[in-house]
């Protein structure tokens, strides 16, 4: 089993910056050979993806973000991060960490993010 902790939420002000976390446990040998993702949901709207990377670091972004969030692996701590710069206010959502493979999805509890003056 993998479980999948995000942290770093939180309320921050038009064009400022956050970073999430999220820290990934089980196996570390397979944790470091999964496909991670950040996704966000805001309300009313359905979960959509923000940036992925592959297990060998390999990245991509929402045409929404490009430019403003960096999607980033420590291998060594087990953790993904995502440094968003520029927030926007329709960059509030609830934020999601996922991690994939052949033998499974999993998700993590989601961490809200708030952009709001």
């Known amino acids: 089993q993998v479980q999948l902790v995000e942290s770093g939420g939180g309320l921050v002000q038009p064009g400022g910056s956050l970073r999430l976390s999220c820290a990934a446990s089980?196996?570390?040998?397979?944790?470091?050979?999964?496909?991670m993702g950040w996704y966000r949901q805001a309300p009313g709207k359905q979960r959509e993806l923000v940036a992925a990377i592959t297990s060998s670091g390999s990245t991509n972004y929402a045409d929404s973000v490009k430019g403003r969030f960096t999607i980033s692996r420590d291998y060594a701590k087990n953790t993904m991060y995502v440094r968003m710069n520029s927030q926007r206010p329709e960059d509030t959502a609830v934020y999601y960490c996922?991690?994939?493979?052949?033998?499974?999805?999993?998700w993590g509890q989601g961490t809200q993010v708030t952009v709001s003056s």
């Open positions: 996922n991690a994939k493979d052949r033998g499974g999805d999993y």
């Open positions: 089980g196996s570390i040998f397979r944790t470091i050979n999964m496909d």
